[in-house]
């Protein structure tokens, strides 16, 4: 059974820092593309960066220049390092697994639970 375990979330100030992690089990970990995606109440499920298995990286304008995303493969482990946070980034956050390397939700297999980010001003 494939499972996916956010951390890191939490409260920061806007400007801040926060880095999450997404610990995978249950399939071959370096064989998939990861992804993060975020929502917010009352809204739809929206992308911010993905990374393939070779390690190529694609963002949503949004998050570029601030967030990176990154993998461990030895350690079946996603990261996604948030600079210069802003309050419009509050939302929770989910990590999620591909065979693909599409950025819509419909082409993830499996999620996480969610981890919240709250940014305050």
């Known amino acids: 059974q494939v499972q996916l375990v956010e951390s890191g979330g939490g409260l920061v100030q806007a400007g801040g820092s926060l880095r999450l992690s997404c610990a995978a089990s249950g399939r071959t970990f370096n064989s998939y593309a990861m992804g993060w995606f975020r929502q917010t109440p009352g809204k739809e499920r929206e992308f911010v960066a993905r990374i393939r298995t070779g390690g190529s990286t694609y963002y949503a304008d949004f998050v570029k220049g601030r967030f990176t995303i990154s993998r461990d493969n030895a350690k079946n482990t996603v990261y996604l390092q948030m600079n210069s946070l802003k309050p419009e980034d509050t939302a929770v956050y989910y990590c999620?697994?591909?065979?693909?390397?599409?950025?819509?939700?419909?082409?993830?297999?499996?999620w996480g639970q969610g981890t919240q980010v709250t940014v305050s001003s």
């Open positions: 999620a697994s591909t065979p693909g390397a599409t950025t819509s939700p419909a082409g993830y297999d499996y």
